[in-house]
T-cell receptor
Framework: DSGVTQTPKHLITATGQRVTLRCSPRSGDLSVYWYQQSLDQGLQFLIQYYNGEERAKGNILERFSAQQFPDLHSELNLSSLELGDSALYFC??????????????FGPGTRLTVL | DQQVKQNSPSLSVQEGRISILNCDYT??????FLWYKKYPAEGPTFLIS?????DKNEDGRFTVFLNKSAKHLSLHIVPSQPGDSAVYFC??????????FGKGTRLHILP
């Protein structure tokens, strides 16, 4: 158990809809990262928040947004969903602002299926 | 364009033998490399890392080798055990706030 929790575990929705994925980092970790893993793809970095502020951005679509709340949990919002958004979405946390040389701890993921 | 490549989608190894997982990268500026292990229905877990100033790092049964001139790293698992059956991701950190992952190699340890 990494200490990172993600809800829900599974989500099935229709094209055009909007969903929210939730992540609670390990106790004391200030950084939260979001990743997408599509079929046959590696983990694609989406976005990082550190202590409530956006810290780094990766290949995140404009239809996607995230935020980190004062209690440090984070939400990833996916809107106008398309079939291609079906994927595993992982959240990770670390105790550092900088990713370099610092270990991330991953949650179990949320599997999103868009029908 | 894949900057971190794991060209073998899967690998089968007899229990007790050596497992060698390979990874190639394209950017010589990458200065830190990591291996993550992932079981089904779980998130990836950190396994071992290596800085570009080293060519080898060992942790128990796991050793990572880095060949900077070839832009290649490998993970050796000796001896391989049934619990090592998992997907292994190679990742690189270019020194900024991103980690770039490969697509993973599924390792099957055969009894």
């Amino acid at each position: 158990d990494s200490g990172v929790t993600q809800t829900p575990k599974h989500l099935i929705t229709a094209t055009g809809q909007r969903v929210t994925l939730r992540c609670s980092p390990r106790s004391g970790d200030l950084s939260v990262y979001w990743y997408q893993q599509s079929l046959d793809q590696g983990l694609q970095f989406l976005i990082q928040y550190y202590n409530g502020e956006e810290r780094a951005k990766g290949n995140i679509l404009e239809r996607f947004s995230a935020q980190q709340f004062p209690d440090l949990h984070s939400e990833l919002n996916l809107s106008s969903l398309e079939l291609g958004d079906s994927a595993l979405y992982f959240c990770a946390s670390s105790d550092s602002r900088d990713l370099a040389y610092n270990e991330q701890f991953f949650g179990p993921g949320t599997r999103l299926t868009v029908l | 364009d894949q900057q971190v490549k794991q060209n073998s989608p899967s690998l089968s190894v007899q229990e007790g033998r050596i497992s060698i997982l390979n990874c190639d990268y394209t950017n010589s500026m990458f200065d830190y490399f990591l291996w993550y292990k992932k079981y089904p229905a779980e998130g990836p877990t950190f396994l071992i890392s290596i800085s570009s100033i080293k060519d080898k790092n060992e942790d128990g049964r796991f050793t990572v080798f880095l060949n900077k001139s070839a832009k290649h790293l490998s993970l050796h698992i000796v001896p391989s055990q049934p619990g090592d059956s998992a997907v292994y991701f190679c990742a690189a950190n270019p020194g900024d706030d991103k980690i770039i992952f490969g697509k993973g190699t599924r390792l099957h340890i055969l009894p």
